[in-house]
């Protein structure tokens, strides 16, 4: 079955760049798609399509990808981004869908 | 405003068929443009996207659950439901339901709070 790999955390300071990984074979083909989930709550959509950022996201979220790794970057990370994100995408059918193993952000 | 609200059993045994429905309410199910979709999360683990389904009925599962589940729509009462039989302690989870647009299915954009299903004798 299909699979992303994150790592399972990252940690910064306040202020540093965060970045998180996701990779996966179909991802050359596919558009990974990001979200956040803070603790207790339903995930929210940071990036979708690669790169773009949903109204209401802080534009210091920003995403990019390079063959089969796509990358979340959060440039100048606030304690709020503290968080558990995931990639999310498909297989190259298109009809089965996954998410990353989560990666635990922490800023401190 | 679209709302998505999760509702069934919290307790289900083991080897039974776990059900839930999702109610939606602010939209239409059936005017097209979405999948509507569940989703659920081990304790203290990760997402795991259970399948969407489509107005019309069509499905789309994941491979590792398509054998015990069924995913069904019922336009007249605007609800989606999820059935995953034989169920085990390794299906104790968060449930969410969420919509997704159809020209982007990896882009949910509303989700239910999530109900937590304990299988448990």
């Known amino acids: 079955s299909y699979e992303l790999t994150q790592p399972p955390s990252v940690s910064v300071s306040p202020g540093q760049t965060a970045r998180i990984t996701c990779s996966g074979d179909?991802?050359?083909?596919?558009?990974p798609y990001w979200y956040q989930q803070k603790s207790g709550q339903a995930p929210v959509l940071v990036i979708y399509?690669?790169?773009k950022r949903p109204s209401g996201i802080p534009e210091r979220f920003s995403g990019s990808s390079s063959g089969t790794m796509a990358t979340l970057t959060i440039s100048g990370a606030q304690v709020e981004d503290e968080a558990d994100y995931y990639c999310?995408?498909?297989?190259?059918?298109?009809?089965?869908?996954?998410f990353g193993g989560g990666t635990k952000l922490t800023v401190l | 405003q679209v709302q998505l609200q999760e509702s069934g059993p919290g307790l289900v045994k083991p080897s039974q068929t776990l059900s839930l429905t999702c109610t939606v309410s602010g939209g239409s199910i059936s005017s097209g443009g979405y999948y509507w979709s569940w989703i659920r999360q081990h304790p203290g683990k990760g997402l795991e996207w259970i399948g969407y389904i489509y107005y019309s009925g069509s499905t789309y599962y994941n491979p590792s659950l398509k054998s015990r589940v069924t995913i069904s729509v019922d336009t007249s009462k605007n609800q989606f439901s999820l059935k995953l039989s034989s169920v085990t302690a390794a299906d104790t989870a968060v449930y969410y339901c969420a919509r997704v647009f159809l020209l982007q299915p990896g882009l949910f954009d509303y989700w239910g709070q999530g109900t937590l299903v304990t299988v448990s004798s």
């Open positions: 179909a991802l050359p083909k596919k558009y």
């Open positions: 999310y995408s498909t297989d190259s059918s298109g009809n089965h869908w996954v």
């Open positions: 399509e690669d790169s």
